[in-house]
């Protein structure tokens, strides 16, 4: 084969494993955004309760989902108790326990504030880390950086458990 001919054909060789390595880019890209992206709709009433109706809820009654109990407001700002308010409850919890939240807008749905809060807020984006761990290693074959984003994910993971 000539040398003319092997540099006409370098060209398609090189091209296709830089369109999958960007194409497996974009895959984690969107994987970790479409995290951050669930994350934020929860974690924006955790971290910036300024606005929010926040306050501690008395749980009063708990399944294997959710407790219910009687929410008491922090301020006096005309924010008014209420009787029924639920939190979703990942972690078993007992009846009588009281615990900070502050309201999702017109719901009465609570969630809980402070770090266990933040950290249980952002879990959807710690699974995100998780799943992009093993594209990055496995897609892009940057493995350091693999177990980067994988040994991050986990510390986020263990520390949203040990703190709820």
Aim: aromatic share 6%.
């Amino acid at each position: 084969m000539s040398r003319a001919a092997t540099t006409r054909n370098a060209g398609p060789r090189l091209l296709l494993p830089a369109a999958r390595g960007a194409a497996v880019a974009l895959l984690t890209a969107l994987v970790v955004a479409a995290g951050v992206h669930t994350s934020w709709d929860t974690a924006r009433y955790v971290m910036i309760p300024d606005d929010r109706q926040s306050g501690r809820l008395t749980l009063e009654s708990c399944d294997k989902d959710a407790c219910t109990g009687s929410f008491e407001p922090d301020r006096e700002d005309g924010t008014a108790a209420r009787e029924a308010v639920r939190m979703a409850q990942p972690i078993g919890r007992t009846e009588g326990e009281t615990v900070p939240v502050v309201l999702r807008p017109d719901t009465d749905d609570a969630m809980r504030t402070g770090l266990p809060g933040v950290l249980y807020s952002w879990l959807p984006l710690t699974g995100a880390l998780l799943l992009a761990a093993v594209v990055i290693a496995g897609g892009l074959r940057l493995y350091r950086i693999g177990w980067i984003v994988a040994g991050s994910g986990l510390t986020l993971l263990v520390a949203t458990f040990l703190a709820w």
